[in-house]
């Protein structure tokens, strides 16, 4: 019980952070038109490469000799970076169709 | 130091700025590049921020980087929009996993140091990033049609499931409380967290996948953010809790327009389709499409039902062109949008906006409805489900209170089908015996040339 006690003490700011964080996200994205959810997917699910920002915290404090975690690590960085710039990518590609459409109205 | 940590919190108002953005269709574009921006911003502070013990490693980092920025960009400059749904369930798992790593690293890294508690939490997080993983790699297989539902039928899945969820949990509270675990509790641990995603995932399928995309989607985020408190970074944290919300209220509006509650969509076993309901019979009419076309031509207003279907057979482009063509001889020309049609949230916008549909021409599906009462002629392409009139007068159905696109009031109805058979869901649908619906069968882009070529004759 006290370990929780202090935890909670320790992490008051990140538990503030989460808390605005989670109504933030909601009152952002609400009343997304239909048009946009299949790009509104694709861009969040390349927000969520931001994991590959901890594979690299977390490779820069492992130990040079310790080949596992090393491995483990890069593989992370890769799957992370997969992640972030095939999501952007993708749904830049995505964006531009809709983009090219209104310029021809135009 | 400071330095860092100001850029680090502009980096996530960008973030937001560009999430905002993204929501709104003027701006998507924008949007999408401000949150790559900040996202790029991240991890640039990330490889540079000073940190008490540096090992650094670059050369690894350089190479992870390199390599997975290569994989990425070539498969997203290759993936056809028929294959989005896929694509982003596979990137998704691919961060799951990620975020499985991150906790695994930290777990060999910091075998001596940390408390109980810490312990709990990269657990937690290691379970989350496994079963996002595993799942969003069953979802794949499933919307890529590698994996069939009948090779995942698995025995008891509800009670599975449940024993499953009950072990994880409960192991990673007995661990926080112990603060140790040796390397064969951490490799079952690792085990029972895989399997649990193939036995959450396994078992929905049918008309249920857009949901299953949007809330793996959001498990993603939340092992994002939690990878965020352990690794102590803020912006992670925001970007993961962003992703988490705002997965959470698509999967709330998938769901709505589904009208299943979201735990009768992850325990209901909606894969097969079996009992009574399949017994709709009667004799389905055929039309040719040289008196199909006659019929386009005299009518007054027309509306496209595009599914699924449509897309497989890569017929969005042809169908534009019945469009332009029916626009000269003035007819009224509409596409009738379900919010569940295709096999991810708003996939046949992006499909018809790939053929250079207008917006102005895609109805959501109230107006559609109201559109659809007075059309002379409605043609579905590729859609079954969705149709369905067994979702409004037939209680035993699987799909019933889903809100349809209801031609009931549609003047003709054609449907353009490959064979008889039932659609992704499995179900039977009786607006094919109706006396107002006719069938033309085949290859839908073929059926539709044909068409075309007789309405230039007209």
Not at chain 2, 188 to 215: K, N, T, W
Not at chain 2, 416 to 425: D, E, T
Request: with cysteine.
């Amino acid at each position: 019980m006290n370990s929780i006690i202090t935890f909670i003490e320790q992490n008051m700011e990140i538990i503030y952070l989460l808390t605005f964080a989670i109504f933030l996200g909601f009152e952002v994205i609400s009343k997304i038109p239909t048009v946009l959810h299949t790009p509104l997917m694709s861009g969040s699910n390349a927000i969520s490469g931001v994991v590959l920002i901890g594979a690299i915290l977390l490779i820069r404090v492992t130990e040079p000799t310790n080949y596992l975690a090393l491995i483990l690590a890069t593989l992370g960085i890769i799957l992370g970076t997969i992640n972030l710039v095939g999501g952007f990518a993708v749904t830049g590609r995505m964006l531009e169709m809709f983009n090219k459409k209104k310029n021809k109205k135009k | 130091m400071i330095v860092f940590d100001i850029v680090l919190f502009i980096a996530a108002v960008l973030l937001i700025i560009g999430l905002r953005k993204l929501s709104h269709p003027d701006s998507a574009s924008r949007g999408n590049l401000l949150a790559a921006i900040a996202l790029a911003l991240g991890v640039v502070i990330a490889i540079f921020y000073p940190l008490e013990t540096q090992n650094n490693n670059y050369g690894y980092i350089g190479l992870g980087i390199l390599v997975g920025a290569i994989i990425g960009i070539v498969s997203a400059k290759k993936v056809a929009m028929t294959e989005m749904p896929e694509m982003v369930s596979l990137f998704n798992g691919f961060g799951g996993l990620s975020a499985g790593l991150i906790s695994l690293v930290w777990l060999i890294n910091n075998t001596s140091s940390g408390t109980a508690l810490d312990l709990g939490v990269v657990l937690f997080n290691l379970f989350l990033g496994l079963v996002a993983f595993s799942g969003s790699v069953i979802a794949y297989g499933k919307l890529s049609g590698k994996l069939k539902d009948e090779h995942l039928k698995i025995p008891l899945s509800t009670v599975l499931n449940i024993v499953l969820l009950m072990v994880t949990i409960g192991a990673i509270f007995y661990f926080a409380y112990l603060g140790v675990l040796t390397t064969l509790q951490l490799a079952l641990f690792l085990v029972f967290s895989l399997l649990y995603g193939v036995v959450f995932v396994a078992p929905i399928g049918g008309a249920d996948m857009p949901v299953v995309i949007s809330s793996l989607n959001s498990l993603t985020g939340i092992t994002a953010a939690v990878s965020g408190i352990i690794t102590d970074n803020k912006l992670m944290l925001l970007g993961g809790v962003l992703v988490g919300s705002s997965g959470i209220i698509l999967t709330l509006l998938m769901c709505k327009a589904m009208n299943r509650p979201l735990l009768s969509v992850i325990f209901g076993n909606f894969s097969s389709a079996q009992g009574s309901e399949n017994q709709v019979h009667g004799n389905a009419k055929e039309v040719t499409p040289a008196d199909l076309a006659v019929q386009l031509a005299y009518s007054q207003r027309v509306c496209v039902v595009p599914g699924y279907g449509m897309a497989v057979a890569q017929a969005q482009k042809i169908v534009k062109e019945v469009e332009e063509l029916l626009d000269e001889k003035d007819v009224e020309f509409k596409y009738a949008i379900h919010p569940v049609a295709g096999r991810m949230p708003g996939h046949m916008n992006v499909l018809l906006a790939e053929a250079d549909v207008s917006y102005d021409k895609l109805l959501d599906l109230d107006d559609a409805n109201s559109y659809l009462d007075t059309t002379d002629v409605a043609i579905i392409v590729g859609a079954n489900d969705v149709v369905n009139p067994s979702a409004l007068d037939d209680p035993s159905s699987k799909i019933y209170g889903m809100p349809i696109l209801n031609l009931a009031k549609t003047k003709n109805v054609v449907v353009l089908k490959r064979s008889m058979n039932p659609g992704y869901a499995g179900i039977q649908n009786p607006l094919f015996f109706k006396d107002n619906t006719k069938m033309l069968f085949g290859d839908a882009k073929k059926s539709i040339a044909i068409i075309l070529r007789e309405l230039k004759e007209v």
